[in-house]
């Protein structure tokens, strides 16, 4: 689809004038550009996306959310580390004060400061990395323990409910519509069998067990940007889905993106796997900035969350092959279904490493909380 970009970013309130734009980015969802504007102090850069509002269906509850995380952050980090605060993210206003616009085709867009000298990683290419992303998604749920006022918008509702995942798979299943589900047995059957996954964390939950926070939601970690010389945190970005959640659905998320040295879609899936190594560092960065506030029960079932989160991943993957592609961007046949195959070659490895991986989170706190 082809955008008229400048004239979209006119509605905005940039800085000099627009003299490049271009399209950036590996997500599923939004449509990212970067904007490069000529100032007479020299330059300055913008991030710009159109929302998905197919997904997003309250643009404007969503970008509140954003807006009172971002400022609550920036407010914190200034009293600290006014270097840092300068490069979270900052909502750029519309020409009429809004935090995003609506263009006549009905498209939403907003448009954040670029967060200069930072980079972000599909793939990680150390342990350091691991460790240095994990930190700033703890990082981040402590920033925001304290956030006044009301509870954030539900951005989409039922974003981690398992079960209902689990139920939509099992209707588009059912359904198949599209006629897939013969190309697909082995994952089929896998999601069936392990249907249990689903309901342990809501039941939780729903027992008092593990607490309610505000969570980022979708803790990829091509969601944080790194320093490009130090490699150290900078900031935490993508904050479409923060909104009320379990601090375990980052973690779970983490694991997933982060201890398999592979791509998402990897066809190859020997290559895939759960390394304990990668594992041990998310747990340490992670750990380093959220082991004051975290429950027992929530360090307890870490090594859980991975399986979940991963296995929620491959439910909803393989729903949206078996839908037809109408969730997630694909750029080749089967995406989706590969997509889903390498998160459940991960799901297995997990199952295989569970009790090792519980014995490094139990290792680390124990560190951690030693006097
Ligand atoms: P998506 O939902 O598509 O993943 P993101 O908001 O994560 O969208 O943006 C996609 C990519 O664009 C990020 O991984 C990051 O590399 C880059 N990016 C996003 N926002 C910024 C920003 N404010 N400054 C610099 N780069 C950014
Ligand atoms: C989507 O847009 P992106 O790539 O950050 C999705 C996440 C999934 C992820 C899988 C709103 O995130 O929930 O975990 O793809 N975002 C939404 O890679 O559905
Ligand atoms: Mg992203």
Redesign the pocket.
């Known amino acids: 689809m082809e955008y008229d970009i400048e004239s979209i970013a006119s509605q905005f309130m940039l800085q000099g004038r627009l003299i490049e734009a271009a399209s950036f980015g590996s997500?599923?969802?939004?449509d990212t550009f970067t904007l490069r504007c000529q100032t007479d102090d020299g330059g300055k850069s913008y991030i710009l996306q159109r929302i998905n509002h197919q997904?997003f269906r309250n643009p404007a509850a969503m970008m509140e959310n954003i807006r009172r995380v971002t400022t609550h952050i920036r407010g914190k980090l200034r009293d600290q580390a006014e270097e840092l605060a300068q490069r979270q993210l900052t909502v750029i206003e519309t020409n009429d004060g809004d935090a995003c616009f609506e263009d006549d085709q009905g498209n939403f867009w907003r448009v954040y400061n670029r967060i200069e000298q930072a980079v972000t990683y599909d793939t990680l290419e150390s342990p350091e990395m691991a460790y240095e992303v994990a930190r700033m998604f703890g990082w981040f749920q402590r920033m925001l323990i304290d956030l006044p006022g009301p509870l954030l918008h539900k951005a989409?509702p039922d974003f981690h409910t398992t079960p209902k995942r689990f139920k939509n798979f099992q209707e588009v299943l059912h359904r198949d519509t599209c006629n897939r589900a013969k190309d697909a047995p082995a994952e089929i059957r896998f999601v069936l069998e392990n249907a249990e996954i689903c309901d342990v964390l809501p039941n939780l939950v729903g027992e008092g067990k593990i607490p309610v926070r505000i969570a980022h939601n979708?803790a990829?970690i091509n969601?944080v940007m790194l320093d490009a010389r130090t490699h150290k945190g900078v900031c935490v970005i993508?904050l479409?889905?923060v909104m009320p959640g379990l601090s375990l659905y980052d973690f779970g998320?983490l694991v997933r993106t982060a201890t398999s040295p592979t791509e998402?879609d990897e066809r190859d899936l020997s290559k895939v796997s759960m390394q304990i190594s990668r594992f041990e560092m998310l747990a340490k960065g992670f750990a380093e900035e959220a082991h004051a506030f975290l429950t027992p029960a929530e360090k307890k079932y870490l090594t859980f969350s991975a399986k979940l989160i991963t296995f929620e991943?491959m439910i909803?993957f393989l729903a949206d092959y078996l839908a037809g592609d109408i969730?997630?961007k694909v750029h080749r046949e089967r995406q989706n279904l590969d997509r889903s195959r390498t998160q459940m070659k991960l799901v297995q490895s997990i199952i295989e490493q569970e009790e090792a991986m519980n014995d490094v989170v139990e290792d680390v706190f124990r560190r951690i909380d030693a006097p």
């Open positions: 997500g599923h969802i939004n997904v989409i979708d990829k969601n993508d479409d889905t998320d998402e991943q909803r969730y997630y």
